[in-house]
């Protein structure tokens, strides 16, 4: 089993930097393949990004391509997501999820374990 806590959430005026961290419990956490996800108010879960056990796959959404980097440190069992020239459309909680094995989804369903979320805030 892993537990996941996100944090590094915050108040970020557009154009701004904000670097999230998924901290995993559990000695198994390089098994499992780690994925970002952010659900606004009204909205639906969406994948942000993925990474797989080794670190050397990742995945992005079209709308993050280019400003979100996600990695991770299986020493530190952490996952970081950063987060470049924020837009008020990236207002959101975002939630780290673990999905078992090396292969990714962008389907939430697939996640096996969540944590509670981080809030990110965008000023305009």
């Known amino acids: 089993q892993v537990q996941l806590v996100e944090s590094g959430g915050g108040l970020v005026q557009a154009g701004g930097s904000l670097r999230l961290s998924c901290a995993a419990s559990?000695?198994?956490?390089?098994?499992?393949?780690i994925g970002w996800f952010r659900q606004a108010p009204g909205k639906e879960r969406e994948f942000v990004s993925a990474?797989?056990?080794?670190?050397?796959?990742?995945y992005y959404a079209d709308s993050v391509k280019g400003r979100f980097t996600i990695s991770r440190d299986n020493a530190k069992n952490t996952v970081y997501l950063q987060i470049n020239n924020l837009k008020p459309e990236d207002a959101a909680v975002y939630y780290c999820?673990?999905?078992?094995?090396?292969?990714?989804?962008?389907?939430?369903?697939?996640?096996?374990?969540w944590g509670q979320g981080t809030q990110v805030t965008v000023s305009s």
């Open positions: 999820a673990a999905q078992f094995g090396s292969t990714w989804s962008d389907n939430s369903r697939r996640y096996d374990y």
């Open positions: 559990g000695r198994t956490f390089s098994s499992y393949t």
């Open positions: 990474v797989t056990w080794s670190g050397r796959n990742t």
